[in-house]
Nanobody, 115 residues
Framework: QVQLVESGGGLVEPGESLRLTCDSKHSISLADAMGWYRQAPGKQRELVIVMLRSGETTYADSVKGRFTISEDPAAGTQDLQMNNLKPDDTGVYYC?????????WGQGTQVTVSS
């Protein structure tokens, strides 16, 4: 059974950074795609960043130049580095993995950006 567990969320002020980690606990390997989505209050879940196995990466326009994704296959984790955070980045962030046509989601971690 695939498990995705996010950590690293919290409350920060505008301009600060956060690093989110998604731990698959080695329940999945060689994913076709991995990434992060977020859902702000009252809004639909939206793509933040998704990286294909080829390395091709798609970013939401609002996070380009500020957010990056990385993977540590040995640890079974993927990280989302978020810099220069803005209040509009507030939301629940979900880890995402796709493999063989199946999609898997974490339970989400809250990120709040506020002064």
């Amino acid at each position: 059974q695939v498990q995705l567990v996010e950590s690293g969320g919290g409350l920060v002020e505008p301009g600060e950074s956060l690093r989110l980690t998604c731990d698959s606990k080695h329940s999945i390997s060689l994913a076709d795609a991995m990434g992060w989505y977020r859902q702000a209050p009252g809004k639909q879940r939206e793509l933040v960043i998704v990286m294909l196995r080829s390395g091709e990466t798609t970013y939401a326009d609002s996070v380009k130049g500020r957010f990056t994704i990385s993977e540590d296959p040995a640890a079974g984790t993927q990280d989302l580095q978020m810099n220069n955070l803005k209040p509009d980045d507030t939301g629940v962030y979900y880890c995402y993995v796709r493999k063989s046509g199946y999609e898997f989601w974490g339970q989400g971690t809250q990120v709040t950006v506020s002064s």
